[in-house]
Nanobody, 126 residues
């Protein structure tokens, strides 16, 4: 397992953009990496995932497809989430997660991850 630390959250108006970062304490080269979010009173939602060994392999939830982009900088052990066209429905705490090992298929299920960050809050106002 690795330790994950998210940053980049904040408050933004609808239509705005934010970029979240997640720094891992060790190499994440052969891992599945994902972004999740949880709004008050709602279940955790997997929104984006990628294969760290082949970062072109990604998966997105329908709720963010076309607006959010997950990327990875392996040399810095850092995962990013570029978020555009934000709406109030995107307000949530955002978490980074990882699962060490061959990433057969980037997963949006939290059960498939074993390391989690503490999260960063994103608030979108109308």
């Amino acid at each position: 397992q690795v330790q994950l630390v998210e940053s980049g959250g904040g408050s933004v108006q609808a239509g705005g953009s934010l970029t979240l970062s997640c720094v891992a304490s060790g190499s994440i080269y052969r891992s599945c990496m994902g972004w999740f979010r949880q709004a008050p009173g709602k279940e955790r939602e997997g929104i984006a995932a990628l294969d760290a060994e082949s970062p072109g392999r990604t998966r997105y939830a329908n709720s963010v497809k076309g607006r959010f982009t997950i990327t990875l900088e392996n040399t810095k052990n850092t995962l990013y989430l570029q978020m555009n066209s934000l709406t109030p429905d995107d307000t949530a705490k955002y978490y980074c997660a990882s699962k060490k090992g061959i990433c057969w298929s980037p997963s949006l299920s939290g059960a498939d991850y074993d390391s989690w960050g503490l999260g960063t809050q994103v608030t979108v106002s109308s």
